[in-house]
């Protein structure tokens, strides 16, 4: 595969880019060698500063569940550009926006932000206004955006880079987020009965998907409610991948557990950089400019941002009873490749991730078991046969209403070929 103007795209970025990308996720320091450089996507597949083209399993990290340049949100996204790009005062679209996701949540109001980490940031800053408490409990693996206070023990970049506690968050400040295991509700009791009457919320992933895909054990979020009820603490779930995703209500509907307040991200931005915290009436009424938890966005309800999520939220909803079953079933068959040969895989419907490992894991403990070389060998054999996955062992493969049967059908072959490679070299 040529990759000559990748590696020179590259070369250039180094010089004014830290590590030559904007994001750590997006460097491939886990499984070496420079990054492809993208110039386009359409539907499934993407196509790279040399013209090789992949079919995409990455989906720029969620959001894209209708695939790459959608024509009805490229077409909305178009129309509000044209009517101007930002005004910094009120708009329509916010509004429905905001009701759309309400009524798919069960949330009764919304504030619109621009990243899954402003969001996650401010419900915290939330929860700890509305209870008048400082400490908070998130789980060790989880990743919920890059605020101080939750890059301690995180997911996603955090564990590939091998820096789950980032520099340059003070310990002082650190110290307010105390750290469970997922999948373990008597971790979390026990920092409960140790920090009695201090506890403002518990943050999780109802699916964890920044150490590799790791279902919720059953019972484990039903006892995360119970705990959060019998403590006087705000349950706050992180939707920000599993919104729209594993369900047109998320993963609150799926599990039918309902926390005070949601994280949302990705998928309800259609590509553009939008997100939004949302909750019970009476919590975001503590939100200024009706109360006194201050949270302000110079873009925030960006008109071609919001645009662009109200297309996408209204294409799901029309055809949800098609797109959910059908994302269930290519995540099946991707599946079964996988089990085929010989590797184990967690999956919550188009949500997926292979593990080279002995057993899919149920922990934080049982990821850290990983080969990680073993995933190295196979992620460089999946992008030969032209499958473009995330280049870490611990993040999810994302699935599209945009992949076709055909591509599903080659990636398994190619499934089939990088798991026995990687399999054999490291056998
Ligand atoms: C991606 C992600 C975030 C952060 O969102 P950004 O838009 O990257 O800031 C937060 N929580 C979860 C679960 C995520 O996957």
Not at 25 to 41: E, S, T
Not at 47 to 54: I, L, M, P, V
Not at 331 to 350: D, F, H, I, K, M
Not at 353 to 379: G, M
Request: hydrophobic share 40%.
């Amino acid at each position: 595969m040529n990759k000559t103007n990748s590696q020179r795209l590259f070369e250039e970025a180094k010089r004014v880019l830290p590590g030559g990308v904007d994001s750590p996720v997006r460097a491939y320091r886990a499984v070496g060698g420079a990054p492809l450089f993208i110039a386009r996507g359409k539907g499934d597949t993407i196509e790279d500063a040399d013209g090789n083209r992949f079919v995409d399993y990455v989906m720029s990290w969620g959001p894209l569940i209708l695939g790459h340049a959608r024509s009805e949100v490229v077409a909305a996204v178009q129309s509000a550009a044209a009517d101007g790009l930002s005004f910094g005062a009120p708009t329509g679209r916010e509004t429905r926006l905001a009701e759309a996701i309400c009524a798919a949540s069960g949330a009764e109001m919304a504030r619109l932000v621009n990243s899954g980490t402003e969001a996650c940031m401010s419900a915290i800053r939330l929860a700890r206004g509305y209870t008048g408490r400082d400490k908070i409990i998130k789980f060790e693996g989880c990743y919920h955006g890059h605020s101080d206070g939750l890059l301690v023990k995180a997911g996603s970049g955090c564990l590939t880079g091998a820096m789950p506690d980032s520099a340059g968050v003070p310990a002082s400040y650190a110290r307010e987020t105390l750290v469970a295991d997922y999948n373990d509700p008597a971790s979390a009791e026990a920092l409960f009965n140790s920090n009695r009457g201090e506890v403002a919320c518990v943050i999780v992933e109802p699916v964890a998907a920044n150490m590799g895909v790791v279902p919720p054990a059953p019972g484990f979020l039903q006892a995360l409610r119970r705990l959060c009820d019998a403590n006087g603490a705000l349950l706050i779930f992180d939707e920000v991948i599993t919104g729209f995703r594993v369900s047109f209500g998320g993963a609150a509907a799926l599990y039918g557990v309902r926390p005070d307040l949601f994280a949302f991200g990705k998928i309800i931005g259609g590509g553009m950089p939008l997100a939004a915290y949302a909750g019970k009436r009476e919590i975001m009424q503590c939100v200024a400019p009706s109360g006194k938890v201050y949270q302000a966005g110079t873009l925030s309800g960006n008109p071609a941002a919001t645009a662009a999520g109200l297309k996408t939220l209204e294409i799901l909803e029309k055809y949800k009873d098609e797109i959910y079953p059908s994302l269930e079933e290519k995540g099946a068959e991707l599946e079964s490749a996988y089990r085929e040969a010989g590797v184990p895989v967690n999956r919550v419907g188009s949500l997926l991730s292979p593990f080279f490992a002995k057993e899919a894991p149920a922990s934080y403990a049982d990821v850290k078991k990983c080969d990680l070389a073993a995933f190295a060998e196979y992620f460089a054999a999946m992008q030969e046969r032209g499958i473009y996955v995330a280049p870490s062992q611990f993040e999810a493969m994302f699935l599209s209403a945009a992949h076709t049967e055909e591509h599903i059908g080659k990636t398994c072959s190619a499934i089939a070929f990088a798991c026995g490679q990687a399999l054999k070299g490291n056998g």
